[in-house]
């Protein structure tokens, strides 16, 4: 067990030092790939802001992110309030396509 705490101290040691830096959420690929699958099964996946007082319209793709969101076995990475900027930009950045460059 002391042979395994002292690996454990060396890999730790041997990590570069965490800058603090920001670390953007990966969730553009998700939402993309929920819309995916929504339109697969024959919905429309749009997501856009309105005046609804949560900001966003209550779209039957908003709700389906939502409650799939809620059901990941993981610490969710953002509260469902968040979802909804992250999702509108991510459905923006699939109707502009792939970036050119």
Avoid: C, H, N
Avoid at 17 to 45: N, Q, T
Avoid at 54 to 77: C, E, H, I, N
């Amino acid at each position: 067990m002391r042979r395994m705490i002292e690996l454990s101290a060396r890999l730790e040691q041997a990590l570069p030092k965490d800058g603090g830096r920001w670390r953007p959420f990966d969730d553009e690929r998700f939402f993309i790939a929920l819309a995916d699958v929504f339109e697969r099964a024959g919905g429309a996946s749009v997501a856009y802001w309105s005046e609804y007082p949560s900001g966003m319209a209550d779209t039957p793709f908003r709700k389906f992110v939502q409650v799939f969101y809620k059901l990941l076995p993981v610490k969710t990475k953002r509260k469902l309030a968040g979802i909804d900027g992250a999702l509108r930009d991510a459905m923006r950045s699939r109707r502009s396509g792939p970036a050119k460059g």
